[in-house]
């Protein structure tokens, strides 16, 4: 039901009233609002309200990802390079982490992540290593070529997610950040909140 509602953009009807409690202080309807009317039309014996914070939740999601995937775009890059490259930088001074602490910073499986620092590594942004304490252990270590990137497009990156937010105050934004730490600490993500 939820990826029905997530993928379902078109607007019937010509109630301007909420039909969802989430809304509360909107300056109209939208899609999901259309959506959750027609329910209540055709099942009013069904509480469909979760169906509207997880299909604004899904659709805000695509959308903050479409934009972040345009930047980078302009930029040669997709945006699971530059989330591994920032993790690098970010993690330490050497900007180096064994795989297994890099899967879990930059929240991929081992699988994934073998793949990405292959393509990486074809791309000279990091460099690939046996740990020469425990062979076991492999390290990722950020070029200087990884580190520039980094540097030169974080500023941009973030100025553009101030761009895709700019319609929430700081209070609105504190809040909603909360509310989606204490979201994802339910869903069983452990690094939350």
Known sequence: MNDTLANDSTRTGTDDTCTDTTCTGATGNDAVDQILSQWAQVRPDVDCSA??????????????????????????????????????FRSNADHRLCMSDLATA???SSAALTNRVDRLVAK???????????RRMVLITLTDEGRAVVDALL????????RMLAGLTDE??????????????????????
């Open 106 to 108: 930059a929240m991929v």
């Open 172 to 193: 609105d934004r504190a809040q909603l950040s909360g509310l989606l730490c204490k979201l994802l600490a339910s869903l069983g993500d452990v690094r939350s909140c």
């Open 155 to 162: 500023a941009g990156h973030v100025a553009n997610e101030e």
């Open 124 to 134: 000279g942004l990091v460099h690939r290593k046996v740990s020469p304490s425990n």
């Open 51 to 88: 169906m509207g914070v997880a299909g604004r939740i899904s659709r805000a999601s695509r959308l903050l990802e479409k934009g972040i995937k345009e930047y980078f775009s302009e930029h040669d890059l997709e945006p699971w390079e530059f989330d591994v490259l920032a993790t690098l």
